[in-house]
């Protein structure tokens, strides 16, 4: 009988009792519990600390089946390769939109947070709308600390044109937040970024810094709750200053890498503020700029 383990909040607890009620679950009360729910060949407990306990000959099939995108699971984590335990999770946001910043955050989580952030039900901020992020960026910047690098368009487009690389200038962020935040938490030793390039620039980067640390690499980090808790802070953050930047050229400034919005808005800013009005606003090497015939 296979046994695994969830921690959710009361809102994904609440969506996974219509999932299985309209699956045809049998439901019963459960002792210092939400419920306890009977499907065919598996058992489905819910408690009220968020833990939720799934057991049965069929719990693994179960969970794919009914707890999609609902929390994480240790045990789902280590299908993927993620480590578990006390550690520093970094993630990036802005690297494909042509407007706002690019920035990176770091999240530090010891054994007492990764419950914490487990509860929150934290994801990819990708996954979620911008009032979401920005809700969810307040909760968990109470419950872990966090750094956070912005690299506002100018800095970015004065560092692309000294490297010409974005992946170098991503790993440096990376190695600065990871840098700031291990400063604060000395005693986490592990690291785990979510993959974006060759795995020697991360690695390079914090060496430069005189950080030995123990460097995880893995694509889809954001399965690790520290990792989902730094996208989220990175996200608020580009959120955060893409809205000062819209107010500074009085255009609204939309999200994306390449779409007609993005043209009309990079048009106007343009048609106000020049090539070099635009640098202070958007990252100039996207073919946007190209488009608008702005190439140096």
Known sequence: MEIITFVLNAAEIAELRSRLESGGFDFRALQYGHFAARGPGVVVN????????????????ACERWFEGLGETATRAAA?????????????????????????????????????LRALGVRDGKTLSDFQVRAADARIREV????????????????????????????????????????????????????????????????????????????RAEGHPAVAAASIVARAAFLHTLARLSDD????????????????????????VGREGLARVAKLHFRTTHKLGLDP
């Open 46 to 61: 819910a408690y009220r600390s968020g833990k939720v306990v799934v057991q049965g000959a069929a719990a693994r099939a």
């Open 80 to 116: 993927r390769g993620l480590p578990h335990g006390p550690l520093i999770g970094s993630d990036e946001a802005g690297k494909g939109d042509y407007f706002g910043p690019l920035v990176v955050a770091a999240a530090g989580m010891d054994a007492e947070a990764e419950q914490a």
């Open 144 to 219: 872990v600390p966090c750094a956070c690098v912005v690299l506002e368009p100018e800095e970015y487009n004065r560092l692309h044109g000294q490297v010409g690389n974005v992946n170098r200038i991503l790993a440096e962020a990376h190695a600065d937040a990871i840098a700031e935040l291990s400063r604060q938490l000395p005693q986490l030793r592990r690291v785990l970024v979510d993959r974006f390039a060759e795995e020697s620039l991360v690695a390079r980067a914090l060496q430069r810094r005189g950080l030995e640390l123990e460097l995880i690499q893995k694509p």
């Open 249 to 272: 050229v009085a255009t609204d400034l939309p999200k994306g890498g390449s779409n007609p919005r993005i043209l009309e808005a990079a048009r106007r800013v343009a048609a106000i």
